[in-house]
C-alpha cells in the first residue's frame, strides 16, 4: 500500500483523500517475488481507492506503533482503540466511541463485518494486523448500517510483511500466552497465518477491589489465515477465515448474603459459585477485485456465526439470587457487498455500490426460579422454565456518492444512501451524505459534513412469551411491556480542522452533535454476560476532540482529550428490564446515558534511543461512567500508566530475538469501572491492577 495512505503518524487529524489512479499490472509471463509484492500493492491501492474515506476524521495505528507500544502484539484491538481519540473503557472490553454504545462497522480488508454476539473486542488479535485505521465523523453514504465509526482493519500479507515469528508471553495472574505466525509465498498464492493462546487467571474484570479475582481464570484463542493470488494483470482474489474461541469463569465477590431458600439450603458461600461462559465466532470472506481502466470493483460474500453460552451455578445463583439461567444464544449471518468506483473525469469520481445480509438469530434458556404463594413469598420447591425461538431478519442497503474537485484546494463530497431491514420490525430509510474539504495551504486542512444514518438494532432480543412465563416466580421480571427494538434515525454534523507545524508536530480539533430519534442502548440484565438492545425516545450526543502527536527519527509523542455529552429521555422499547420508577422518571426528563463520560484522555510515548532497543508508555484518563438511579451521578476519576522496554538482539545462526518487559497500570491504581448501579448495569467491575508481562520471540 502506498505510504501516502498508511502513514507512520499514530494520530491522523483528517482523512485522506483518494487514492490515485491505478496503474495496470505488468505484462510479464512470469512473476518473481518483487513482481508479486508490486501485484500486492496495486492491488491495496485499488482497493483504497473504492473506500471513501473522504470527509471523515481518520486515526490510523500502524503495525510498528501498535509493537512498540506497552503490551506489544499481545494487546487485545480494544485495548490499541482506547489510545485513539473519544474512545472510552467499559467493563467486559467494551468500548463507547463519541459517547455511543456499539454502533460500530468493522471492515476486514475493507468488507464490512456483522458484529459478533460478543462484539469484536476480544475477537481480533493485534499481531493479525498491519495497522487499524478508526473513522468517525459525517461518514460517506458507503457507509451503513453501523455508523458511529468504521474500525478498518488491514490484515498483513506475505507480499508486504514477509517472514515470521514464534514467541511467548508471561506473567502477572498465571498469564501465559505462546503465539506463532508467518508470511510467505506458497504455489503462488499470498499467505499469512497467525495463532495465540491465552491463559489467564483473570479474562473479566474483578467484581472486587482485589488483586485477583476469585473463580476469573480464562482461556482464549485466537487464529487468521489470509490468501490472496493474481489471476491475471486485472483481478485478484483474496480470502480470509478467522476464528475466536473464548472461555470465562465469572468472577465472584466473597460474602454475599443468600436472600432465598432452595435445595433444601438457606446458606451459600458465594465465593463457590462456579458460573462460566463461552463465545465462540467465526468468520470468513472472499474479495474479487477488477480493474478495466478508470473502473476499479470490489465483490466480496461473507459469514460470520458466533455463539455465547452461560452455564450457571445452578444451586448457589438459586438460594443466593432466586434465579439462575442457562442461556444460549447463537447468530449465523452471510451476506454480499459489491463496491466500485470510476474516475469519470479529473474532478469527478463517481462510487456506487450495495450490501445485503441475511442472519438467523437462535436463544434457547433453561431457568431454575422459585414459586410463589399467594402473599408474594418464595416457596422451596424449584422449577425448571425452559424457552427456545429462532427468528431470521435481512438487512439491505445500496449508495451512490460523487466526489467532486472543485478546485485545487476544494473538494465536496455529495452522496445518498438507502437503507431496508426486515427484522423484529419492518422499516427503511433514504439517507443524504455531504462532505467538504478545505485545504487553504499546504498545512492547513479543514472539514465539515453531514450525514443522516440509520441503525437497525442489533438481531437479539427477547421474546414477549421469555416474560409472561415467569410470573409469581422469583424469575418475573419489574415489568411485562416489551415494545419491539426500533431502528435509530439520526442527524449527524461534525467539523473540524488539522494543521501540521513545522515537519513533526500535527495538531487537530474535531466537533461533533448527534440528533437522534429512537436512540439504541445496551443494557445486561440479569448475571450473564449478554447485553439486550433497547431505544430512547430521543437523543442528543454531542463533543470536541482535540488531538495531536509529534513524529520524529527516535521520538513518536501523542496525546488526546475528548469531552462529550450523551444524554436520552423515555425509554421506549424492552420496557420490561426496567424499574417502573426508573421508567416513569425518564419518560419525562432527559438523563444521561450509562456509558457517558465527560473527559477522557489519552497518550503515550515511543523512544528509540539506542540500537535496536526502544522504551515507550501510555496512559489512559477517564472521568467516571454513570451510576445510581436514572445515571444522576458518576464514578470517581482515574488515571492508568503503563510503560515497556524491548530489545532486539541477533544470535550467529539463531536469527533476530525481541526481548521485552511491560508494566500495566504501573502505578498499582485501584479505580472502578461500575458499580453495579445505572440503566441497564448489571455487576460492579474494577479495572486491572498492577501487571507484570515479560516476553520473549524470535524472527525467521
Known amino acids: 500500500m502506498p505510504r501516502r495512505l498508511l502513514p507512520l503518524l499514530l494520530l491522523s487529524p483528517l482523512a485522506l483523500p483518494a487514492a490515485a489512479q491505478v496503474a495496470g499490472a505488468p505484462d510479464a509471463p512470469e512473476a518473481t517475488l518483487p513482481d508479486l509484492v508490486v501485484e500486492a500493492q496495486r492491488a491495496a491501492a485499488a482497493r483504497q481507492g473504492i473506500l471513501a474515506r473522504f470527509g471523515s476524521r481518520e486515526t490510523v495505528v500502524d503495525r510498528e506503533t501498535i509493537e512498540a507500544l506497552p503490551g506489544g502484539g499481545a494487546q487485545p484491538l480494544n485495548q490499541i482503540l482506547l489510545q485513539t481519540p473519544g474512545v472510552v473503557q467499559d467493563s467486559f472490553g467494551e468500548i463507547h466511541v463519541r459517547g ?51 474500525i478498518d482493519l488491514e ?68 487464529g487468521l489465515a489470509y490468501a490472496a493470488r493474481q489471476l491475471d494483470d486485472t483481478t485478484r482474489l483474496s480470502l480470509i477465515a478467522g476464528t475466536s474461541l473464548n472461555r470465562f469463569r465469572i468472577p465472584v465477590t466473597r460474602g454475599v448474603e443468600p436472600e432465598f431458600t432452595a435445595f433444601g439450603l438457606s446458606d451459600y458461600d458465594s465465593a463457590a459459585l462456579r458460573a462460566r461462559q463461552w463465545e465462540r465466532s467465526w468468520y470468513g470472506t472472499a474479495a474479487l477485485q477488477k480493474s478495466w481502466g478508470d473502473v476499479d ?42 463496491d466500485a468506483a470510476w474516475r469519470v473525469a479529473a474532478d469527478h469520481t463517481l462510487r456506487a455500490g450495495f450490501q445485503f445480509t441475511g442472519e438467523r438469530a437462535r436463544f434457547r434458556s433453561a431457568t431454575t426460579v422459585l414459586p410463589l404463594d399467594g402473599a408474594g413469598n418464595p416457596i422451596d420447591d424449584p422449577l425448571t422454565l425452559t424457552d427456545r425461538f429462532g427468528r431470521t431478519g435481512w438487512l439491505y442497503g445500496g449508495y451512490v456518492q460523487d466526489e467532486w474537485r472543485l478546485t485545487e484546494a476544494v473538494t465536496l463530497n455529495l452522496g445518498l444512501r438507502w437503507d431496508q431491514m426486515a427484522e423484529y420490525v419492518t422499516a427503511g430509510q433514504v439517507s443524504p451524505r455531504a462532505n467538504l474539504v478545505w485545504r487553504p495551504t499546504e ?60 515537519e513533526n508536530l500535527t495538531l487537530g480539533v474535531d466537533a461533533y452533535y ?27 450526543i454531542y463533543g470536541v476532540e482535540f488531538s495531536g502527536n509529534w513524529r520524529s527519527e527516535r ?62 508508555a501510555s496512559m489512559l484518563y477517564g472521568n467516571g461512567l454513570r451510576k445510581g438511579f436514572a445515571n444522576s451521578e458518576k464514578l470517581a476519576p482515574y488515571a492508568t500508566f503503563n510503560f515497556g522496554v524491548a530489545q532486539d538482539f541477533r544470535v550467529q545462526g539463531g536469527g533476530t530475538w525481541t526481548a521485552r518487559l511491560d508494566l500495566i497500570n504501573a502505578f498499582d491504581t485501584t479505580y472502578q469501572l461500575r458499580d453495579g448501579s445505572g440503566i441497564g ?20
Open 555 to 616: 521520538w513518536l509523542v501523542y496525546g488526546n482529550l475528548a469531552v462529550s455529552r450523551s444524554a436520552a429521555r423515555d425509554i421506549r422499547s424492552a420496557q420490561f428490564t426496567f424499574d417502573q420508577e426508573e421508567l416513569a422518571y425518564i419518560a419525562g426528563k432527559y438523563v444521561r446515558t450509562d456509558h457517558d463520560q465527560l473527559l477522557t484522555g489519552s497518550a503515550g510515548a515511543v523512544w528509540r534511543g539506542w540500537e535496536d532497543g526502544r522504551l515507550s
Open 443 to 502: 498545512t492547513t486542512t479543514l472539514h465539515a459534513g453531514y450525514a443522516r444514518t440509520f441503525t437497525p438494532p442489533q438481531f437479539e432480543l427477547v421474546q414477549g412469551s421469555t416474560i409472561t412465563q415467569f410470573q409469581d416466580t422469583t424469575g418475573a421480571s419489574p415489568g411485562t411491556r416489551n415494545d419491539p427494538v426500533r431502528p435509530e434515525r439520526a442527524h449527524r454534523f461534525d467539523a473540524g480542522v488539522s494543521q501540521k507545524l513545522g
Open 155 to 222: 490484515t498483513r500479507s506475505g507480499a508486504l510483511d514477509p517472514g515470521g515469528s514464534i514467541g511467548v508471553q508471561g506473567g502477572s495472574r498465571g498469564t501465559f500466552q505462546p503465539h506463532a505466525n508467518w508470511a510467505g509465498f506458497l504455489g503462488g498464492w499470498d499467505v499469512f497465518a497467525t495463532g495465540t493462546f491465552l491463559r489467564s487467571d483473570q479474562g473479566i474484570e474483578n467484581p472486587t477491589s482485589s488483586f485477583t479475582a476469585i473463580n476469573g481464570q480464562t482461556q482464549q484463542t485466537r
Open 100 to 150: 455511543e454504545h456499539r454502533n460500530l462497522q468493522y471492515r476486514l480488508n475493507g468488507v464490512a463485518l456483522p458484529e459478533s454476539l460478543s462484539g469484536f473486542g476480544q475477537v481480533f488479535d493485534a499481531r493479525a494486523l498491519r495497522s487499524v485505521s478508526v473513522l468517525t465523523g459525517a461518514l460517506p453514504a458507503q457507509f451503513g448500517f453501523r455508523t458511529n465509526a468504521v
Open 681 to 700: 448495569v448489571g455487576a460492579p467491575q474494577f479495572g486491572l491492577r498492577r501487571t507484570v508481562l515479560a516476553g520473549l520471540s524470535r524472527a525467521f
Open 514 to 540: 448527534k440528533d437522534v430519534r429512537d436512540l439504541l442502548d445496551f443494557g445486561q440484565f440479569g448475571n450473564a454476560l449478554i447485553f439486550t438492545p433497547f431505544n430512547y425516545q430521543r437523543g442528543k
Open 297 to 338: 470493483l470490489q465483490v466480496a460474500p461473507f459469514i460470520r456465526s458466533s455463539s455465547i453460552h452461560y452455564v450457571p451455578s445452578v444451586v448457589g445463583e438459586t438460594v443466593i439470587n432466586g434465579v439462575a439461567s442457562d442461556v444460549y444464544r447463537g447468530s449465523l449471518a452471510m451476506g454480499v457487498q459489491s
